[in-house]
């Protein structure tokens, strides 16, 4: 059974799970009713930080443009442009053998697309969650439901897995920020 995260909360993942590597990141979300003309294009991405929370190069983040690490730790499986799936709207495969001992925490974001020229912000966004999977067998590991705590956010970092004592921990974070994915990028220390 799948453990339930508030923001905030931080849960083991291979120190209960002996030998788990191979992990499936999943996120979704639903609209609300908008009649603003544009579809909502929300894209998942994945920043891997060293110690001091940046990036080591702009090879470290993983979007729909560049959809795998070097290092085959991370993963992402394909931009969903609308939504409008059942389910996850975007996944990430993660192994946790394959990450550089650099790299400290992998952090997972979504962002609007062209929030700002469509005018849309995460406050007309619902049901966004992350949750991870065990790959071998698809079992939900870890769930967070972000709630609607969100108004004119147009990105946020939705949790990381992080090392801790030589195993991997996940932190449900659920922090907004404005100016979409170039003020995240800024802040993770991409060249943007």
Known sequence: MAVGLIKGQKVDLTKGNPGLSKLLVGLGWDTNRYDGGYDFDLDAAAFLLGQNGKVTSDLDFVFYNHMKHES???????????????GDDEIM????SKVPASISRIDF???????????QNFGQVSNAYIHVLDQTNNRELIRFDLGEDFSVE??????????????????????GFSGGLRALGLNFGVNV
């Open 109 to 119: 974001t979504v962002t609007i697309y062209d929030a700002e020229m469509r005018n």
């Open 154 to 175: 147009t990105a946020v970092v939705v949790g990381e897995l992080y090392r801790h004592n030589g195993e991997w921990k996940f932190n449900a974070i659920g922090s």
């Open 72 to 86: 085959g730790a991370v993963e992402h499986m394909g931009d969903s442009l609308t939504g409008g799936n059942d």
């Open 93 to 96: 495969k993660i192994d946790l």
